[in-house]
């Protein structure tokens, strides 16, 4: 497996991770077992950069990837998240609205180190900004913990180019993540060209539009209730329908180049930039063999113009929420 260095910050990890959240969170239940085999397998096949967070769960992933990694826990890199309210609030979800105040990010980092089951954690983002907390006290309060021994790298998510400014004057930021792929490319504007400027890593989380670009999701597909893709404007059966257009330029591609639409998929977000880590989910072995297979796919200038050209002439269809 190939490696890839987030941004200028010196963290090195596998050119492609694993996202772990649908493993315990999200829709259909799955073997606990099963999902430690397959992350033992991750390792096995070269993966070093796993993603979690305290939300996801809430906190059944952080303990899931902590018992399965700790027999590699000097190989591997474990990324994981604060910035939500803990508590008994009536609301959708478990963990209600943001809540990144310093003494919530020290509370849940030492939360965090124990169902992970290692001393230092790799990579702290900042799960979603927190229009109640100035970004340079969430950045002071991850300078702390960096100083304390108890995080070694500074992450933000889906933050705009002004906060990532901000952030990194106080501690410097190793890692964007953010949705990014062929099909959500809004972060290109601004954001993009800030981490450059930076030297900041960024980490595209759905870099498969949510399974869609994988070509295997159409018109007649169903979704459970529990699934996020039941309630998704981009998962209604007109825009699945409008948006195969995508999907047809990259099994064209595909064709030419022996892989799947996937493979292709992930190929092109490697492609933008060296320092550009996505980390797809995956709960299968065969779907993690087929996105590693991607890291060796090869486009060439021609077929990156050629994608450019045909997706500006495409209008995707549907909100990403």
Request: glycine content about 8%.
């Amino acid at each position: 497996m190939q490696t890839r260095e987030l941004g200028k910050s010196g963290l090195e990890v596998s050119a492609l991770g694993l996202g772990c959240m649908r493993m315990s969170f999200g829709d259909k239940p799955v073997d606990r077992q099963e999902m430690i085999s397959l992350l033992h397998m991750a390792v096995e096949r070269g993966i070093t950069f796993f993603d979690t967070a305290e939300v996801y769960g809430p906190f059944t992933n952080e303990e899931l990837v902590g018992e399965a990694l700790e027999p590699f826990k000097r190989q591997v890199v474990i990324a994981t998240k604060f910035g939500w309210k803990h508590g008994p609030e009536k609301g959708p979800h478990p963990m209600f609205g943001p809540d990144s105040r310093p003494e919530q990010i020290k509370r849940v980092a030492d939360a965090s180190l124990k169902r992970l089951r290692v001393e230092v954690i790799d990579l702290f983002y900042q799960h979603r900004p927190d229009p109640n907390v100035p970004i340079e006290d969430v950045a002071g309060a991850v300078k702390d913990l960096i100083q304390a021994g108890k995080v070694k790298h500074f992450g933000l998510s889906e933050s705009d180019a002004d906060m990532i400014r901000r952030a990194h004057a106080v501690q410097p930021v190793t890692a964007l993540q953010s949705e990014y792929s062929i099909w959500w490319r809004n972060i290109e504007e601004s954001i993009l060209p800030t981490c450059e400027e930076l030297g900041i890593g960024v980490v595209p989380y759905s870099p498969l539009g949510r399974g869609y670009l994988t070509g295997k999701v159409d018109e007649k597909t169903t979704f459970d209730s529990t699934d996020i893709r039941s309630r998704n404007p981009r998962f209604t059966p007109e825009a699945i329908k409008a948006n195969r257009v995508v999907i047809d330029l990259l099994e064209k591609i595909g064709a030419e180049k022996g892989a799947t639409p996937a493979q292709i998929a992930l190929a092109w977000l490697l492609a933008q930039k060296p320092w550009i880590v996505p980390i797809p989910g995956s709960r299968k072995l065969e779907r993690l063999d087929e996105n590693i297979a991607s890291v060796d796919i090869e486009l060439t200038a021609e077929d990156l113009k050629e994608i450019k050209n045909a997706m500006s002439q495409i209008t995707v269809i549907g909100d990403r929420y």
